[in-house]
Structures are given as structure tokens and as C-alpha cells.
């Protein structure tokens, strides 16, 4: 790409770079499926944060597909579907978590595994 | 480089190292011609005065005075936004959360500091930084608090993590007695937490 | 990979202590920061995923120590290195001369 200049920076940013793809993958998971983040620990770029890690959640809504976060750091575009998943505060923090809290995480579906 | 001595602020005093780096790397960038100074201007320009949470304010607000535009906005947020003319990087996939007397929603981003940026501009510091990124999924009412923000029992937290490409806004609650406003004084009520889900907009 | 930027859940931090009337920017080396990171991100050598992977290899008690634009130059420096467009010996040297010159100017 050119050297931005000053004359196409409003463009530039409003036009951003979108990470959704037009990829028309099957979706492996649906709304309202149980499923659990696998226990992955991958060296390299990853989006999956710890602490959903081995959990079990539900699948809140599906994005649609975005390029895959782990291999767009190792400069691929491999397209992938995105989740919502809710996790209850407590399945994530025992018993220090907050009753009838919980916590939306966006995680692709390489990162999770049907808990059926 | 007087600035060395004189930054005080707690979570932003740089190693004296840093302040030096920027200047080579701008200096070495300019010099190869890989930067053009006048679009470092324009970026900065961009993000200090003109787009900031005045633009988010104005989603909340038309989504308060006008239900088709609510529907669409939690819908399709990122169409909706961009019909008040708000979009690009950092808001190029939307969802609006709305919150209700039942739910309340508040978001973070635990891995870096995801923020959507055509509506709220760029994040505040303790958006970005180690506690509330610690904190908001593991102890959100007690980060609320903290905030002022005090929620009855009742009211169910959800937190949104935003891990991927996906860039959240909350709609708070409209608050009482406000409706003879307009939607510019709606506006004036919406402020940047309330968006965040860290606090609630003001009262009239 | 797992590190210090996976912080979800951490305990210690302390009080989140928001700034009341917070400037966009603190200093102005945080301006020259964001902006050269943005511009350098619009010549396209590299993504976002990529950026973030570099601020994320940031030695995780130094990532703890430093603010979030520091992180940012951190994985700016580092981009530019593996790619290529500088060398870490210029970066060195253009630092020093700097340097030099500021401290020259002190003294006058």
C-alpha cells in the first residue's frame, strides 16, 4: 500500500478495514448450544483469554465469519465463524463469582468443542 | 524534550527512553519517506477534536426519541450508526447492547483495549489499563461501585469481553422526566461511561 | 501465547481511579506515538492481529510497568525491525544523536 498522506487520511478511517468475510461456511454450533473453550495454549497470537479456558458456556449468537484472529497475526486470512458465548460468573469464577452475573465472550470456532 | 520532567501523571509517566524512541522512530520514518508528516497531523487532529463520544451521544439519543431507529440500531448497529454518519476504524462491526430495568450491560476488553472508536473517539486511560481490565469480568458490581454506579440486587450484569472484531456500544436507559427534551439536549445527558456500561446518564 | 496482556481475572491492581476532564492526549510524545502507529498501519506491511502480537511479546513485567502507548511503540519497533524498515542499529543511533542535540541545546 502507498504512504498515507494527509489528503486520504478521512478516508482511510472511514472506510477502516472491516475483519468480517464473505466466506459462506457452515455454522458447526447454534444458538442456545452448550458448549465448552478448549484448554489450548498456543505460543503465538491467540484470542482465546485464560480465564474461559475449560469452561462451559452457551452459544449467545453467531457473528458470522471474520478472519481468524491467530492466523491473520501469522499474516494468513483464514476465514473462521464467530460466537458470543455466555459464561455464568460463577462456571468462571467459582465461588467467588456473582450470582445470575455472567460474561459475553466473542471466540471463534476453533476455540470451542460441543460439550454434548 | 521538556515534557521528561514535567509528566506527572500517574499511569503515563514514560521511561525518559520512551520519549526518545518516538522522536528517532518519527524522525527515521519521515526521513525514509514511509510517513508523511502532515498525515501524523491529520491523524492527531482527527482524534483530539473531532471524533469523540459527542457522536455516540447522538446514537443514544436518536435511538431514545425514535423507536424505528432503536429497532434498526439493535438490529443492525453498524448500518444504523453510519446513517448518522459515523463509521470506520475501530466500528466497522457494531452490536448495540441495550440495557433495561432488567439488564444491565458494561464491556472491556481484557487482551488489549478494543473500543469503538468512531463513536466514543479513542479510550480513556482506565479502559486501557491493568485493573479495570483485571477486574470488570471478575468483580463487575464491585467495579461499579467504584464508578458510582450502585444497581439494585435484582438487575441482572452482563459483561461483554470484546476478544474478536466486534466493537460494542451499550444504549442505557433514558432517563426520567425527560420527555420534553429534545434530541440535543437528550444528547447532553448521554456521557461517554454511560456507554461504556460503567455509570448511568444523567438525570435532567 | 500467554502473557501479561491476558488479564482477565488478575487480582492486585488496585482501584481503577478514572481522570476526571482526561485530554485525549497526555504528552505530546503520545500523540507522535498513536499517529505513526496509524500511519504505519495504513502502508499495509502488516495487520492488526499482527501488532498486537508484537505489543504482546513486550518481557510481561516490563508490559505491567508500562503505559499503553509505550506498549504501542514497543510493537511499532519491533514491526519495523522484522520487516525490515529499520534496523535496530539506526533506531540506536538516531536516539543518541537526539539526545545529543537536545542536551547541546540545554546547555547554549
Redesign the interface.
Given at each position: 500500500m502507498p504512504?498515507?498522506?494527509?489528503d486520504?487520511?478521512?478516508a482511510?478511517?472511514?472506510?477502516?478495514?472491516?475483519?468480517?468475510l464473505a466466506d459462506p461456511l457452515p455454522a458447526r454450533f447454534a444458538v442456545g448450544q452448550t458448549v465448552h473453550a478448549l484448554n489450548i495454549n498456543p505460543p503465538t497470537h491467540t484470542?482465546?483469554?485464560r480465564?474461559v479456558r475449560g469452561r462451559r458456556g452457551v452459544v449467545h449468537s453467531d457473528?458470522g465469519v471474520?478472519?481468524f484472529?491467530d492466523a491473520h497475526a501469522r499474516g494468513e486470512t483464514v476465514p473462521e465463524r464467530?460466537y458470543?458465548v455466555r459464561f455464568s460468573s460463577e462456571e468462571?469464577?467459582g465461588p467467588?463469582g456473582?450470582p445470575?452475573?455472567?460474561?459475553?465472550?466473542?471466540?471463534?470456532e476453533s476455540y470451542l468443542a460441543s460439550a454434548t | 524534550?521538556n515534557?521528561l520532567p514535567m509528566?506527572h501523571?500517574?499511569?503515563?509517566?514514560?521511561?525518559p527512553?520512551?520519549?526518545?524512541?518516538?522522536?528517532?522512530?518519527?524522525?527515521?520514518?519521515v526521513e525514509?519517506?514511509?510517513?508523511?508528516p502532515?498525515?501524523?497531523?491529520?491523524?492527531?487532529d482527527?482524534?483530539?477534536t473531532k471524533v469523540?463520544p459527542r457522536n455516540g451521544a447522538r446514537v443514544v439519543a436518536r435511538a431514545w426519541a425514535d423507536p424505528a431507529y432503536r429497532e434498526r440500531l439493535l438490529s443492525d448497529a453498524s448500518a444504523a450508526i453510519a446513517e448518522l454518519g459515523f463509521?470506520?476504524?475501530?466500528?466497522?462491526?457494531m452490536?448495540v447492547l441495550e440495557n433495561t430495568p432488567q439488564v444491565h450491560n458494561m464491556v472491556v476488553c481484557?487482551?488489549?483495549?478494543c473500543y469503538p472508536w468512531p463513536v466514543l473517539?479513542?479510550p480513556?486511560?482506565?479502559y486501557?489499563?491493568?485493573?479495570?481490565?483485571?477486574?470488570?469480568?471478575?468483580?463487575?458490581?464491585a467495579?461499579l461501585e467504584?464508578?458510582g454506579c450502585s444497581l439494585p440486587e435484582d438487575v441482572?450484569?452482563?459483561?461483554?469481553?470484546?476478544?474478536?472484531?466486534?466493537r460494542y456500544l451499550v444504549l442505557p436507559m433514558r432517563p426520567r422526566g425527560t420527555d420534553a427534551l429534545n434530541q440535543a439536549q437528550l444528547a447532553e445527558l448521554v456521557t461517554r461511561?454511560s456507554m461504556i456500561g460503567t455509570a448511568l446518564p444523567r438525570s435532567p | 501465547m500467554n502473557g501479561a496482556?491476558?488479564?482477565?481475572?488478575?487480582?492486585g491492581?488496585?482501584?481503577?481511579?478514572?481522570?476526571p476532564d482526561?485530554p485525549?492526549?497526555?504528552?505530546?510524545?503520545?500523540?507522535?506515538?498513536?499517529?505513526?502507529t496509524?500511519?504505519?498501519g495504513a502502508?499495509g506491511r502488516w495487520n492488526l492481529d499482527m501488532s498486537?502480537y508484537a505489543?504482546e511479546r513486550m518481557e510481561p513485567a516490563e508490559y505491567?510497568r508500562?503505559?499503553?502507548?509505550?506498549h504501542w511503540?514497543h510493537g511499532?519497533?519491533l514491526l519495523?525491525i522484522e520487516q525490515g524498515?529499520?534496523s535496530a542499529a539506526?533506531?540506536e543511533a538516531?536516539?543518541q544523536r537526539?539526545?545529543a542535540e537536545?542536551d547541546a541545546g540545554?546547555e547554549s
Open positions: 504512504v498515507l498522506k494527509a486520504n487520511v478521512a482511510v478511517l472511514r472506510k477502516g478495514a472491516s475483519a468480517r484470542r482465546i483469554p480465564y457473528h471474520f478472519t484472529a464467530l458470543s468462571l469464577w467467588q456473582s445470575g452475573g455472567s460474561v459475553y465472550v466473542d471466540l471463534f | 524534550m515534557e509528566s501523571h500517574k499511569h503515563n509517566d514514560p521511561l527512553e520512551t520519549v526518545l524512541r518516538v522522536k528517532a522512530l518519527e524522525s527515521l520514518l525514509k519517506g514511509l510517513v508523511d502532515a498525515a501524523l497531523d491529520a491523524l492527531i482527527t482524534y483530539e469523540g463509521s470506520g476504524r475501530q466500528g466497522e462491526d452490536v481484557t487482551l488489549c483495549s473517539g479513542l480513556p486511560v482506565w486501557k489499563s491493568a485493573p479495570y481490565r483485571a477486574r470488570a469480568v471478575a468483580e463487575p458490581r467495579v467504584e464508578f441482572e450484569v452482563r459483561v461483554w469481553d470484546s476478544t474478536a472484531e466486534v461511561d | 496482556h491476558d488479564l482477565g481475572g488478575m487480582h491492581f488496585g482501584a481503577i481511579s478514572p481522570e482526561e485525549v492526549f497526555h504528552a505530546d510524545w503520545e500523540r507522535r506515538a498513536f499517529a505513526i496509524l500511519a504505519m502502508y498486537r505489543r505491567l508500562t503505559s499503553y502507548y509505550e511503540i511499532l519497533q519495523l524498515l529499520l539506526e533506531i538516531r536516539m537526539i539526545a537536545t540545554a
